[in-house]
């Protein structure tokens, strides 16, 4: 994920393009999938806060004016100003939103025909899901920005031990090769 890190100089332009009606459909059954892998791994009960913590937005649900992000940044993270976390588990509306950037996760699908858009989708809503899980019980939102690569080399590992119940090995190779700092999720 990409909370704060502003574009580089020389950052690639990111992709126009948005998803069909039938890839947003695969958008909402893969996170419907990475919720119940989450579930499995966190051992999180089926009304439990997690599962009313976050809402999904893609580049077409975004308001006039968002600034566009660099072509290697596929999804981040929002903290919902009005829903703010309750301390301990007494409010489950912990107010963050997934926001997926269509055109960057489409432009690299474009340039990697080897990568299935129901892959790559997997990986990064179940990455993203893991930071909100351990905003909770590891890692707060506001993490100093020091500490920031460690956290995400600590979610990538997770995300790969989550991925790897599905017992499908193209995915789980596909989690091995994301970790790279030219990825932001
Ligand atoms: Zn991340």
């Known amino acids: 994920m990409n909370r704060v890190r502003d574009d580089h100089p ?17 958008v909402f059954d893969c996170l419907a999938v990475a919720e119940r892998c989450l579930e499995e791994f966190y051992r999180f009960s089926p009304r439990e806060w997690f599962h009313y913590s976050y809402t999904l937005m893609t580049a077409g649900d975004l308001p006039d004016g968002f600034p566009p992000r660099p072509a290697n940044v596929f999804g981040e993270i929002q903290k919902n100003p009005e829903r703010p976390p309750a301390g301990g588990d007494a409010d489950p509306n ?24 129901r892959h790559l989708l997997l990986y990064i809503l179940a990455h993203e899901l893991v930071h909100i899980a351990r905003f909770h019980h590891a890692r707060p939102f506001d993490t100093p920005e020091i500490e920031k690569e460690d956290e995400e ?28 700092e030219e990825y932001s999720l």
């Open 10 to 26: 020389g950052a690639h332009p990111g992709g126009t393009a948005r998803f069909t009606p039938d890839q947003r459909a695969i």
């Open 94 to 117: 912990a107010g963050y939103t997934i926001v997926l950037f269509d055109g960057n996760i489409l432009l690299h699908l474009s340039g990697h025909p080897d990568v299935s858009l």
């Open 153 to 180: 080399r600590t979610v990538h590992a997770i995300t790969g031990r989550v991925l790897a119940r599905l017992g499908d090995d193209q995915l789980v190779r596909l989690a091995d090769n994301y970790l790279s």
